[in-house]
């Protein structure tokens, strides 16, 4: 085989690659756990706990139970769902509506 024969082949190996994990990335994000309006309500939710009961541990870990089981993490799900925390907290519109929702909703 020519060189020309093999690069041509590595580039279009490349390519395959390429778009399959492309598409690979948008399955997995349309498939997520969790959506990113529910991460909100939960991240919302969360940090409404944290504001209001920091001072009763017993009753802050009530609400975080309830709080997963609302949004179905399990043990099971917990991997999945710790996944998607550092991917949807790039998204600046979401950390801000969240912002404003603790603001809004939590005092």
Not at 67 to 85: A, K, N, S, V
């Amino acid at each position: 085989m020519t060189q020309t024969k093999k690069a041509s082949y590595i580039s279009v190996f490349s390519l395959v690659v390429l778009f399959s994990s492309i598409l690979l990335s948008n399955t997995a994000h349309s498939d997520a756990f969790i959506s990113k309006a529910q991460y909100e309500d939960y991240s919302v939710r969360y940090q409404c706990a944290e504001l209001r009961y920091h001072d009763d541990l017993a009753k802050k870990e009530d609400i975080v139970l309830k709080l997963e089981e609302d949004f179905g993490i399990t043990e099971e799900t917990f991997d999945e769902f710790d996944e998607l925390i550092p991917v949807y907290e790039k998204d600046d519109n979401l950390l801000n509506n969240v912002r404003t929702r603790v603001q809004k909703e939590c005092t």
